[in-house]
């Protein structure tokens, strides 16, 4: 499926339209360069599984657990992994595996550990489109 995004506002509610249909143990791969607006599409994400906190990138924490409405959301942010082994250390099995939602940008990166029924998010700029304008796909 592929979503067009004009605006930041597109981009969030295309994440919460997500949000809002992700089931216990779904595990969503998020891509982009920087600045396309995977954070933003992560909080409207995490608002559709009725997250009400400000949800930020973890970009040095690694990871962010959230209490949705029904489901603990796990926003993840491996931007700054020098090593699939360093997930180890997080426990990332206990998220990837558990009970809640996971949301993953930057999930190339530790492609080999992620099981293999995921959801991929590719969003990209295409700016003869618009400076705003985002192909949001869905996989």
């Known amino acids: 499926m592929i979503i067009d ?3 930041a506002e597109d981009t969030y509610n295309a994440g919460y ?8 143990g779904q595990v969503y791969c998020l891509m ?3 600045g396309v607006g995977k954070t933003v599409f992560t909080q409207g994400f995490a608002k559709g599984l ?4 400000y949800v930020n ?13 029904d489901l603990p959301f796990y926003h993840f942010d491996v931007y ?9 250390e997080i426990g990332y099995e206990d998220y990837i595996y558990g009970e809640g939602v996971c949301m993953i940008e930057w ?5 080999e550990i992620l099981p293999s029924n995921r959801t991929k998010i590719q969003i990209k700029k295409d700016l003869t489109k618009g400076y705003d304008y985002r192909e949001i796909e869905i996989l």
């Open 17 to 24: 339209n997500l949000g809002c249909q992700a089931r216990k």
């Open 32 to 34: 982009g360069d920087l």
């Open 5 to 7: 995004s004009y605006s």
């Open 107 to 111: 999930a190339d990166l530790i492609e």
């Open 57 to 69: 990138s973890p970009t040095f924490t690694i990871i962010q657990e959230y209490e949705g409405k």
């Open 50 to 53: 009725g997250v009400d906190e």
């Open 80 to 88: 700054r992994i020098a090593d699939v082994t360093e997930m180890d």
